[in-house]
């Protein structure tokens, strides 16, 4: 045989197609596997993650996961995980202060790599941990299956 086939119902394979592929079995922390989806995707042609790199196309997201955003005419946003997880389907739903408008486009993930991309954010920020990303890699996916 030269292959095996796996057969799924089809509402398992919409789920699967939602939710996208797992976290890579070499990648034990959902951040690292975002980190490397953050540099797979461009996202560092526009965007710095480092303290003090200051802001390139878009804004640095460095220490933005879990604090207040001040966006384009009036008002915050607290940037939790829906709020990023908006900013990367539908980057003109909240615009950052001082950005007239987003030149990002619209990215379409699965949820899993949304998820993994969330986490990096969370974990390059100070305030990063008060964010709830369900775990994908290593011994934290396996203990909430």
Wanted: with cysteine.
């Amino acid at each position: 045989m030269l292959s095996e086939i796996e057969v799924v119902s089809q509402e398992a394979y919409r789920e699967y197609l939602q939710r996208g592929p797992s976290c890579p079995d070499d990648i034990e922390e959902d951040w690292e596997w975002g980190e490397q989806l953050f540099a797979s995707n461009g996202c560092a042609a526009c965007h710095n993650v480092g303290e003090g790199q200051g802001r390139l196309v878009g804004p640095n997201l460095y220490n933005v996961a879990g604090t207040m955003q001040p966006l384009e005419g009036g008002g915050q946003e607290m940037a939790d995980a829906a709020y990023i997880r908006t900013s990367i389907v539908q980057p003109q739903e909240h615009i950052v202060e001082s950005y007239t408008a987003a030149a990002m486009p619209a990215f379409n993930l699965p949820e899993s790599q949304l998820d993994a991309l969330v986490a990096y954010l969370a974990h390059i920020s100070s305030e990063g941990s008060s964010l709830e990303v369900p775990a994908q890699c290593g011994e934290a996916a396996a203990a909430e299956e």
